[in-house]
T-cell receptor
Framework: DAMVIQNPRYQVTQFGKPVTLSCSQTLNHNVMYWYQQKSSQAPKLLFHYYDKDFNNEADTPDNFQSRRPNTSFCFLDIRSPGLGDAAMYLC????????????????FGPGTRLTVL | RKEVEQDPGPFNVPEGATVAFNCTYS??????FFWYRQDCRKEPKLLMS???SGNEDGRFTAQLNRASQYISLLIRDSKLSDSATYLC??????????FGAGTTVTVRA
């Protein structure tokens, strides 16, 4: 059974039209992450939540926002998508607890591929 | 300088061959190290963690050299199913992971 679920798997939007990507998890993990990955590039962390605490990366554009209404769900909102925002968006989760924090494994969802027209 | 650097390849090898590649990382205080595998247009999946003493998982062997700040992955007896992009991943602190851009391996029949 899928543990980290992302919807939709493919999203097409128009330039400047807001879009929301969804992630849910059945692992009851404390930490949820959003990454952006462009073709042939490394996944780039946008932000993460530890429980309800939001942690934004310094170089994440203001155009990207996130919400985590409860433990299971996390959303990525792109307020005004540009052509350069076309990418795969990956959601990941990890336990984030205990002594094993430094070896905390991240589990990735299948990703949402965003196309901007 | 990128936090994690990898030779993008591709490494084209015949079935049954051994292939090895490295990555280097810039943050000497990095805590943990991993290799992830990513198939085309799919999500990264954890292949193995990398321990200071080196470790094996079947046909895969990972080594860590903290003094030189590099990590290696060796694949023995390559299978067609090993064709993928291998991402070198370093945890500089707490929850963050720093990914390399990946090394592409293609195993041919």
């Amino acid at each position: 059974d899928a543990m980290v679920i992302q919807n939709p798997r493919y999203q097409v939007t128009q330039f400047g039209k807001p879009v929301t990507l969804s992630c849910s998890q059945t692992l009851n993990h404390n930490v949820m992450y959003w990454y952006q990955q462009k073709s042939s590039q490394a996944p780039k962390l946008l932000f993460h939540y530890y429980d309800k605490d939001f942690n934004n990366e310094a170089d994440t554009p203001d155009n990207f926002q996130s919400r985590r209404p409860n433990t299971s769900f996390c959303f990525l909102d792109i307020r005004s998508p540009g052509l350069g925002d076309a990418a795969m968006y990956l959601c990941a989760t990890s336990r984030g607890q205990g002594q094993g924090r430094s070896t905390d494994t991240q589990y990735f969802g299948p990703g949402t591929r965003l196309t901007v027209l | 300088r990128k936090e994690v650097e990898q030779d993008p390849g591709p490494f084209n090898v015949p079935e049954g061959a051994t292939v090895a590649f490295n990555c280097t990382y810039s943050n000497s205080a990095s805590q943990s190290f991993f290799w992830y595998r990513q198939d085309c247009r799919k999500e990264p999946k954890l292949l193995m963690s990398v321990y200071s003493s080196g470790n094996e998982d079947g046909r895969f062997t990972a080594q860590l050299n903290r003094a030189s700040q590099y990590i290696s992955l060796l694949i023995r007896d390559s299978k067609l199913s090993d064709s993928a992009t291998y991402l070198c991943v370093v945890r500089p602190n707490d929850y963050k992971l720093s990914f390399g851009a990946g090394t592409t391996v293609t195993v041919r029949a």
